[in-house]
């Protein structure tokens, strides 16, 4: 159960509300039994007088409506399938993927044998050429088919 004011009142709501007379006699044995009821504290918040017999007022004016339980889970969608069989399949045998062997080199100045860092080279794997940067020790990380 829950009480919801009437200006944010949904239409499904509105349809599993209970009546004023049911409203009153649930939320007065709560208020007596002191069981928490959601959306009281945010009733009290619109009170000028936060006292019991006021918030009892705002229902039977039908300022605020208590709603059943079963209007929170009443309108669930259920979800649709989101795969079909051809995805599955695919899921459970995935084509093959092509391999890459890393191919570690690294790149050293030849008189001081000091790594070159951040330095720019061109690499030509396989026949194809591609400009590349050394990391920040000097290393040229070259991904190459594991054929080649």
Not at 94 to 115: G, W
């Amino acid at each position: 159960m829950k009480l919801v004011s009437e200006l944010y009142l949904s239409e499904w709501e509105r349809q599993h509300a209970y009546s004023s007379e049911q409203a009153l006699d649930h939320v007065r044995q709560a208020l007596l039994d002191r069981q928490p009821v959601e959306g009281l504290d945010e009733l009290r918040a619109s009170l000028l007088i936060d006292i019991d017999s006021e918030v009892l007022e705002q229902l039977e004016r039908g300022e605020w409506w208590l709603i059943r339980a079963e209007a929170d889970y009443g309108d669930w969608v259920m979800p649709v399938r989101t795969f079909d069989q051809t995805i599955i399949e695919l899921m459970k045998n995935p084509p093959v993927q092509a391999s890459r062997s890393p191919k570690i080199f690294r790149l050293v100045a030849s008189v001081t044998a000091e790594p070159l860092a951040q330095q720019r080279y061109i690499a030509t794997v396989d026949g194809q050429a591609a400009q590349r940067r050394t990391d920040g020790e000097g290393i040229a990380h070259l991904f190459a088919p594991a054929e080649v």
